[in-house]
């Protein structure tokens, strides 16, 4: 006999919830938990900085997320798109994991199609097909945390893209397939 409020789906569902977890390394993991996740984001070009709060109690906020897509928006063509949720997860993991909560600096963060193809023409090293593009990725710097070591920490989250670009002075974090390059 079925035990009440027990059934073949919802045990699977928490079993496949517990295996996503379980991938995760422990401190994702705690970080994860955490009942706010909470951002402050810098944008260097355009000078504006936001303090948000983009999930509580399980969900993601709206009000947050559309705060930061603001800020991230491509600011050569004032446009603006949805960025994907996962990638203020990695930032917060990422504050985390370095134990440097604070202001994240932006260098670039959605691009349009318009500004990826002119970047393309005057600069090395931007892809034809940028997650930049799909609102999936973030050139960022942390004051106060030497560039390597923010790269490190990226690159032992294991949830994403990580590119490398110390001549730049940037770090780029996508929600991409996990990968690195320099």
């Known amino acids: 006999m079925q035990q009440p409020g027990v059934n073949r ?57 559309n705060t930061f897509n603001h800020v991230m928006r491509d600011f050569r063509e004032n446009e603006e798109h949805d960025i994907d949720p996962k990638l203020f997860d990695q930032l917060f993991l990422l ?6 909560p604070g202001e994240i600096q ?13 970047l393309r023409r005057t ?9 930049h593009m799909k609102g999936q990725a973030i050139d960022l710097r942390l004051p106060g945390v030497p560039l390597s070591q923010v790269r490190k920490a990226a690159l032992d989250l294991k949830v994403g893209g990580v590119g490398y670009y110390p001549s730049s002075n940037f770090v780029h974090l996508d929600t991409g397939p996990v990968r690195s390059w320099v």
């Open 9 to 65: 789906r919802r045990f699977l569902m928490g079993m496949g919830g517990v295996g996503l977890a379980a991938m995760l390394p422990l401190s994702a993991q705690a970080s994860l938990s955490a009942p706010v996740r909470k951002l402050s984001l810098h944008n260097l070009h355009t000078g504006e900085q936001v303090t948000a709060n983009f999930w509580e109690e399980g969900h993601y906020l709206k009000e947050g997320l």
């Open 95 to 100: 504050q985390h994991r370095l134990g440097k």
């Open 106 to 118: 932006i260098i670039s963060g959605y691009r349009s199609p318009t500004t990826n193809a002119m």
């Open 123 to 131: 600069s090395r090293g931007v892809a034809k097909k940028s997650y």
